[in-house]
Each structure stands twice: as C-alpha cells, then as structure tokens.
C-alpha cells in the first residue's frame, strides 16, 4: 500500500515560471522533510517541517506543511535551470526514526 | 569536508560472486543506513544501524548483510548477488538521536548484476 502520493511525478517547465508540487497521504506525521536529488547524486536535504501550518522558505523555495500533518507542498518562484531535479518527500510517522519516502516529482526546467 | 564516501561508484558483478559496497563517513554520526533505489519504487531501506555494533533489518533485506564494527564504516554485502539486486545503491547517515535529522547521502553505487 502506498501510503504517500507525490504529484504531478513528472514536469518540464521554462525557466522563469512558478510551479508547485505537492506531497500528499491519509496518514498524519510528526514532521515531513522535502529533499532533492540531482542526476548521478545522492538526495540533500532542503528543509524539516515540524507543525501543521508551518511555512518556511529557502530562497525561492517556499514550503507548507498542512494544517492537519498529512500533507505538504512546494512552491518553486521564477525556476531556474539550477532547480532541475528530482524532488523527494520524506516524512515520519510518530516517534519512529524511520523515514517513509514518496516516489518523487522529477523537475526539469529549460533554459 | 564533511561528507559520505561510498566505494565502488560502479560494479558490474556476475551472478554469485561475493562483493562489497564500502560507505565511510567522517561526521562522527551515529545513524547509518544503506537504501536502495529503483524506477517506480523509490528508495527501499535495506539496513539500518543506530550505533556501533547495533543493526537492523529495512524494509528490503533480504540477500544483503551488515556490519557495524567502528562508528564510521558500514558496509554493504552481498553474500552471492543475484540480477534482481541490480540498483542504485546509496549509503546515509546522520547525527543520531530522537529528533527529525538530517540524512547526508553518499554519492551512490551503481551495480549491474549479470
């Protein structure tokens, strides 16, 4: 059973246009990690969400996490070519260590 | 530089033949895991180690095995490696602990079983 949904899983936009990916799931968690893997490297972490409602942002990057902890989304301004990658959600359920990790959302932006 | 270092980056291998992936880290982290990653499956926990001389199974376990004898090495091995074993392997670790941490990834081992 998939217990998390990442969308859309693919997306080939020009740069300079804004998009938004979104991490969604039924079941509610402690905290939710976004991470982004760029070809032949290993995933880095971009950001921790702990409590429902929180916003933060990374430059152009701004995250949300839902009000209830069972989603989160990404928001990408003016993307640039640099943003290209695959866009990974990472979230914990409880006090478990473990990490649930989605599929992801391939990003690729042109120049 | 704080970093994973993961050995090989690329192995093509034959059925049955013994082989090792190493995974070092120079962070002092207690957390280490070994993941693998594959096309509409997504990164599949193997093995995971806590703490030295301290591991448990992942999600996928099966034909792999582990060991944590120092703090910063935890190699991966596969004890007669089978085609179905062929991925993208990456090797985390982190700082350890209860709260949310941050995972630091090595580059990834590529391995082709034939």
Sequence with gaps: TQLLEQSPQFLSIQEGENLTVYCNSSSVFSSLQWYRQEPGEGPVLLVTVVTGGEVKKLKRLTFQFGDARKDSSLHITAAQPGDTGLYLCAPKKGNNRKLIWGLGTSLAVNP | ?114
């Design chain 2, 1 to 114: 530089e704080a970093q994973v270092t993961q050995n090989p980056r690329y192995l093509i291998t034959v059925t049955g033949k013994k082989l090792t992936v190493t995974c070092s880290q120079n962070m002092n982290h207690e957390y280490m895991s070994w993941y693998r990653q594959d096309p509409g499956l997504g990164l599949r926990q193997i093995y995971y180690s806590m703490n030295v001389e301290v591991t448990d199974k992942g999600d996928v376990p099966e034909g792999y095995k582990v060991s944590r004898k120092e703090k910063r090495n935890f190699p991966l091995i596969l004890e007669s490696p089978s085609p179905n074993q062929t991925s993208l392997y990456f090797c985390a670790s982190s700082l350890g602990g209860s709260q949310p941490g941050e995972l630091f990834f090595g580059e990834g081992s590529r391995l082709t079983v034939l």
